[in-house]
């Protein structure tokens, strides 16, 4: 079900997202005093390619890490085998993949 | 356990994977006596069809696991106070394997992993060679001896999810013995080994639950083992050796 | 809940947590880039979504995803910490002090927010 | 009656130290060969081999030889061994050990300069046991059974042999009788070579050490097919067996020996330390010698509550009890008692049978085609097996076997069953199910057994006592007969198989009293308070048993002393009684 390349790329996607969740986390807690705008989001990404490097690696890991993740679950507890599990696994990768461009190119760069 | 009642009310799982059922006994409590040997007492008093294994019974084969008020445990070495709730026993067969008859579990998988985990010594040398100067202060043989010691008894095997969820997982024991290899200075078979733990049911398949070390009646480790090959494995994967 | 005997240990429970706040997190992010995304057509739609965030309810579920996350990440570390070094015996003191570091993150972010 | 038959080339029966070593060697020598492991538990997890503690006698130290392993040896069986078979028990435990270690990949225990660990083992004039911790066995048993899984090698697990089926011409063996435990069906295994490797096991004893599947199969399935057996009135008492009960199974296992030997204390019912009574080693004397003193005060009344004495390690202070014998104290107290600051009861326990199916040095019997090794083989310790020299026979004459069938079965054909005796022997197994009258209680028979083995074949004999014994034992076998046990369903049915043990070991018993009373004279393992001198060394002669029209007959048959003579030695200075090694207390083993 997992291979050892999955679970290679399932530990590396989370050791690239540990240090970026933190740092987000960080931010948003800074952040939040006082409520969220929309102004406020897009007034510190707008145009930092900083941020763009930050969320742009957060959502490469995650589409891969959360695929590789689910893939485990729905193995085990969802009893899922065979093209259904990587339809899944893909599929929420790929899903992922998108929104989550869509979003950086959304807070950074729209 | 002071004032525990003179009698001990033991439910018994009876049947195969065809259909199970719940006998119940009442069976005299004494002060020595161990899981096995209330087993025992109702084969030999109650009810002679009860069937169970057992052989050793110190702790050295592996042959008498159970599952005892829903843990997995060695029988003839569980000393029946230590596991008594209330004054209630229930004995049923070691979980994830299928069920011979009784208490009797057909432990051929276990087995099978086992061979599957190319968990036995690769030689490089012959019974005509001096044998092995190997320090026993070196790191390598200290990992070694940390888990060698296993009796192959599937409690382990039984208390993990991974085992349960997961036809193809090697399991704990297979993979601990596996390290033990990986870290003897004298084997040969290192780098097919390693293909074979980390193959479709190999050692990335455990989640680090361990019920393993929880259970292992021998205090053996085989989350830390596992580990240790997870390692090993990563660092193949870097290399491209993987 | 109470599980199985066999289960009944603070390291599967771990497992556990890891598992349902992977699995939990595996459903929010997609929902939640959905909406950042919001903000490349229609400004207006993400404010107003945003607005959603002061009222309390969604301020407790708030605390529960920072803390989905925050538990997870700190026992995703513990875990392959296990797995990348050396290996040390107090397992369980470690789950527990993932456990109370993200429930202090999550605390602090809830604080933060009124 | 129906029987499953299938045929192989050669046959195994047991999983010990013995049967995997044949089947290894058998593969090696001719991986051609068809060859079939039938085991009474499961692979590898049953029988004694697993439950060695101590170690592995092999001269491979260098203040040891070949020689001097085998004046121990001679000396220790009281020049009752059959010198062939214990020089090449000595000389080929060199290469075994070798071959275990490099081969199979046993993980023996080092000193510092990671050169092999010897730990000192009473009786013997040099350090010569290799060990695993003190858990020796499972080391090796698990490190075979590992090999044996990873080649094409037949299983058949929880399969119980039950007969050995002689051709039809009587020229040689032409297969076993087995049940199937886990479904109770009958097969006929047909096969070229046969061994034997069933382990004994003097399980007919109110205490005993061995693993409780052990009965005596073997012997008695030998001595039903016309085999001699020899030396059988050698049954070894372990003198520290746990004492708790006769209602729980881990009474008679073995406490090691290394409790004595770091200074643990017996202390008889009256608090009193009584071993200096007998001997001025006190607690550190000899196995027999302690036995026999321990036995000695219970037969005097002086025992603790239940009926033995106690063990009382706690003066060497709690602490420094429970570090140094980390394993035995857990195993006492997963059981509920307290060895390091508490006393335990303690009672002599049968642990080894001496005797066994009289074979040569290539393991042959005297059925053609049926070969021998390991416990169920006879000769190789005389009237006293040392500790540390059993593994070594199981593994060493296991491996030559091995070979040996190899060679046998690449020529040999395989012989029709003599359906008489087939025949004769279902019904004999399903007697227990067929028999007309009352159900029999199988295991009240069965303590009622170890009960008359203990008080008048045991520790100390004399000549009222065994004939006593004899026809208790007799009583006994017509009582089991008597009736039926009650269950029908055969699978898995222990009940069935406590009948069939018990069968076997009453025969067994009647031939161990047999013998002991043949032997009229004191030697090793066996004491006859009536004839308490061990007789002339020169004129030594061993026991031979055969089951004949009449019944048993036993025989006396001078021991050939064919490589060195009592009086004689391979080497200087050698003194029969082993001096006193200077010993760490720590590395003295079970
Ligand atoms: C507690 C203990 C400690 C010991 N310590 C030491 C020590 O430190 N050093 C030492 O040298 N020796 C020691 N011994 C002795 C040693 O273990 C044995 O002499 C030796 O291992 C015997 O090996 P084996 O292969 O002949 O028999 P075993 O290892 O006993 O194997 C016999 C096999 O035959 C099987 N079997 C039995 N009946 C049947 C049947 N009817 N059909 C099919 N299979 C059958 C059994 O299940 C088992 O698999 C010890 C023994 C005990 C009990
Ligand atoms: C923040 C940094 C993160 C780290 C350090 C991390 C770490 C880990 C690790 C080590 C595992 C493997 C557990 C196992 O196999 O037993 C894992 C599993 C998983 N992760 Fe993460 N993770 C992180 C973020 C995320 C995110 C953002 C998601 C959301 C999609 C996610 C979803 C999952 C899922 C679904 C699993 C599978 C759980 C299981 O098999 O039990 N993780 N994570
Ligand atoms: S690791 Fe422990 S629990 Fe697992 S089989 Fe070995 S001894 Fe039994
Ligand atoms: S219980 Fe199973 S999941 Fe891993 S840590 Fe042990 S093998
Ligand atoms: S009977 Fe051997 S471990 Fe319990």
Excluded at chain 3, 56 to 73: R, S
Excluded at chain 4, 206 to 231: C, H, I, W
Excluded at chain 4, 310 to 334: T, W, Y
Aim: hydrophobic fraction near 40%; proline fraction near 3%; charge should be neutral.
């Amino acid at each position: 079900m997992l291979s050892i390349r999955l679970y290679f790329l399932q530990r590396l996607s989370a050791l690239i997202m540990a240090p970026l969740v933190i740092l987000h986390l960080g931010v948003m807690i800074y952040a939040i005093q006082g409520g969220l705008s929309s102004e406020e989001i897009l007034g510190r990404t707008q145009g930092s390619l900083f941020w763009a490097v930050v969320y742009g690696l957060f959502v490469a890991s995650v589409s891969v890490h959360g695929a590789i993740g689910l893939r485990s679950i729905a193995y085990e507890w969802g009893r899922i085998r065979g093209f259904s599990l990587s339809l899944l696994s893909w599929g929420f990768c790929l899903l992922t993949f998108f929104l989550g461009g869509r979003a950086v190119y959304a807070v950074v760069f729209a | 356990m002071g004032d525990r009642s003179n009698s001990i009310r033991v439910k018994v799982s009876r049947g195969d994977d065809r259909g199970r059922h719940f006998d119940e006994f009442d069976v005299p409590a004494l002060e020595s006596q161990t899981v096995l040997d209330v087993v025992t007492w109702i084969q030999r008093n109650a009810d002679p069809s009860l069937s169970y294994r057992f052989a050793c019974r110190v702790g050295m084969c592996g042959s008498c696991a159970m599952t005892v008020n829903g843990k997995p445990r060695w029988t003839c070495r569980t000393h029946v106070s230590k596991v008594l709730q209330g004054d209630t026993l229930t004995i049923e067969p070691l979980r994830n394997l299928p069920v011979v008859k009784d208490l009797a579990t057909d432990m051929s998988e276990f087995f099978d992993k086992w061979t599957s985990a190319e968990s036995r010594f690769v030689p490089t040398k012959t019974r005509e060679d001096a044998i092995e100067i190997v320090q026993p202060a070196t790191k390598e043989r200290i990992e070694a001896d940390a888990a060698i010691e296993c009796i192959n008894c599937g409690v382990c095997y039984a208390s993990c999810d991974a085992v349960e969820l997961n036809p193809d997982y090697l399991g704990p024991a297979a993979l601990n013995r596996a390290w033990t290899l990986q870290n003897d200075v004298r084997d040969g078979g290192k780098n097919s080994r390693l293909r074979a733990v980390t193959g479709e049911g190999g050692c990335q398949n455990c989640h680090s639950q361990q019920g393993c070390v929880q259970h292992c009646p021998n205090t053996l480790n085989p989350t830390r083992s596992i580990a240790g090959l997870k390692r090993l494995a990563t660092r193949a994967v870097f290399k491209r050796e993987l | 809940m109470r599980a199985k005997p066999h289960r009944n240990h603070p390291l599967w429970y771990a497992y556990v947590v890891h598992r349902i706040s992977g699995l939990s997190l595996a459903a929010f992010i997609p929902l939640h880039l959905y909406v950042l995304g919001l903000a490349l057509e229609r400004r207006g739609e993400l404010d107003q979504l945003l607005v959603w965030t002061e009222i309390p309810v969604v301020k407790a579920a708030e605390f529960g995803l920072v803390f989905l996350l925050a538990v997870h990440l700190f026992g995703g570390l513990r875990l392959m910490a296990l797995e990348m070094f050396q290996w040390r015996d107090n397992q369980k003191t470690f789950a527990a002090a993932a456990a109370s570091a993200a429930f202090l993150l999550a605390s602090l972010f809830l604080l933060r927010s009124f | 009656m129906s029987v499953q038959t299938t045929d192989t080339d050669i046959l195994i029966l047991g999983s010990g130290g013995a049967g995997l070593l044949a089947a290894l060697h058998a593969y090696k020598s001719n991986p051609e060969l068809e060859i079939t492991i039938a085991v009474k538990g499961l692979m590898g997890k049953c029988g004694c081999t697993r439950m060695v503690q101590g170690g592995y006698n092999v001269a491979l130290s260098s203040s040891d030889s070949v020689e001097r392993h085998f004046m121990d040896t001679i000396a220790g069986g009281k020049w009752l061994p059959n010198q062939k078979l214990a020089w090449k028990l000595c000389e080929t435990a060199v290469e075994r050990v070798r071959e275990l270690e490099n081969e199979i990949g046993c993980f023996f225990d080092r000193e510092p300069d990671g050169t092999l660990h010897h730990k000192a083992f009473a009786g013997q004039t040099a350090d010569r046991t290799v060990h695993k911790g003190d858990l020796t066995g499972i080391e090796i048993i698990n490190r075979l059974m590992e090999q044996v899984l990873a080649r094409p090698i037949r299983k058949l697990e929880e399969h119980r042999a039950l007969a050995l089926i002689p051709s039809a011409d009587g020229v040689g063996i032409s297969g076993v009788l087995l049940v199937d435990m886990r479904s109770g069906a009958m097969k006929l295994v047909r096969a070229k070579a046969v061994l034997l490797a069933t382990g004994a096991g003097p399980t007919m004893y109110k205490y005993y050490t061995p693993s409780g599947e052990k009965s005596m199969d073997g012997l008695s399935m030998a001595l039903r097919a016309g085999l001699p057996l020899r030396d059988m009135e050698m049954v070894q008492f372990h003198p520290t067996g746990l004492l708790a009960g006769k209602d729980t199974r881990m009474t008679g296992t073995v406490l090691e020996e290394g409790l004595r030997g770091a200074g643990g204390e017996l202390h008889n019912g009256a608090g009193e330390r009584f071993m200096f009574k007998y001997d001025d080693r006190g607690e550190r004397a000899t196995r027999d010698i302690v036995s026999r003193g321990i036995y000695a005060e219970m037969r005097a009344g002086n025992t603790t509550p239940n009926g033995g004495v106690h063990i009382s390690m706690s003066h060497l202070g709690p602490d420094n009890v429970r570090e140094k014998f980390k394993g035995m104290v857990k195993r006492c107290a997963d059981c509920g008692f307290d060895l390091a600051a508490g006393k335990v009861e303690v009672v002599p326990t049968a642990h080894y049978l001496m005797g066994g199916v009289v074979c040569n040095t290539d393991t042959e019997t005297s059925l053609k085609g049926l070969f021998v090794a390991g416990e169920d083989a006879g000769g190789i310790h005389g009237a006293n097996r040392l500790g540390g020299n059993g593994v070594a026979n199981s593994t060493v004459f296991g491996g030559v076997a091995g070979e040996a069938m190899a060679g046998y079965a690449a020529t040999a054909e395989l012989l029709e069953p003599n359906s008489v005796v087939l025949e004769r022997e279902i019904e004999r197994a399903l007697m227990p199910f067929n028999l007309e009258g009352e159900n029999v209680n199988v295991h009240a028979l069965r303590e009622e057994l170890m009960d008359i083995m203990w008080e008048h074949v045991g520790v100390m004999r004399d000549r009222i006592g065994l004939t006593r014994g004899l026809e208790r034992v007799e009583n006994l076998k017509s009582r089991l007969l008597a009736g039926n046990i009650g269950v029908e369903n055969r699978v898995f049915n222990l009940t069935w198989h406590d009948w069939l043990n018990l069968y076997n070991l009453i025969e067994i018993s009647l031939v161990i009293t047999r013998a002991a009373l043949a032997r009229e004279n004191s030697r090793g393992a066996h004491f006859r308070e009536d004839f308490p001198e061990p007789g002339s060394l020169d004129e030594s002669y061993f026991t031979q048993v055969e089951l004949q029209e009449t019944g048993l007959e036993v025989e006396q048959i001078p021991v050939e002393f064919n490589i060195i003579k009592p009086g004689e030695s391979l080497i200087e200075d050698y003194t029969e009684t082993a001096p006193k090694v200077q010993r760490r207390p720590d590395t003295v083993g079970a």
